[in-house]
Nanobody, 124 residues
Framework: VQLQASGGGLVQAGGSLRLSCAVS????????MGWFRQAPGKEREFVAV????????TYADSVKGRFAISRDNPKNMVYPQMNSLKPQDTAAYYC??????????????????WGQGTQVTVSS
């Protein structure tokens, strides 16, 4: 499966941004889609995940209530909507895929497919 992330940019604090991840090469509904981010000098961190069917989502505490992830399987697209952005949300954002047919004991593991990053910069 190939992943292509897009939609990053520069936004003021308090603003919104919607990222996109295009999924190709496999049936997108077969994969849970996760989002991760990495700021300069920091480790990559989990942001959110949506199940293959789209019926369940999980968010990191740092974005809960501000970010919402959705997917359009017929279009093979995944969309994290980011609202009330803060300067600490500045990072490169990556979409990732893991097979839905496997049990995982954490939303943070099992991702074998990664897209390139898209940069989000939030100015204060």
């Amino acid at each position: 499966v190939q992943l292509q992330a897009s939609g990053g940019g520069l936004v003021q604090a308090g603003g919104s941004l919607r990222l996109s991840c295009a999924v190709s090469g496999r049936t997108s509904s077969d994969y849970d889609m996760g989002w991760f981010r990495q700021a300069p000098g920091k480790e990559r961190e989990f942001v959110a995940v949506i199940t293959g069917s789209g019926d369940s989502t999980t968010y990191a505490d740092s974005v809960k209530g501000r970010f919402a992830i959705s997917r359009d399987n017929p279009k093979n697209m995944v969309y994290p909507q980011m609202n009330s952005l803060k300067p600490q949300d500045t990072a490169a954002y990556y979409c990732a895929a893991r097979y839905s047919g496997t049990y995982y004991n954490s939303p943070r593991i099992g991702y074998g497919h990664w897209g390139q990053g898209t940069q989000v910069t939030v100015s204060s």
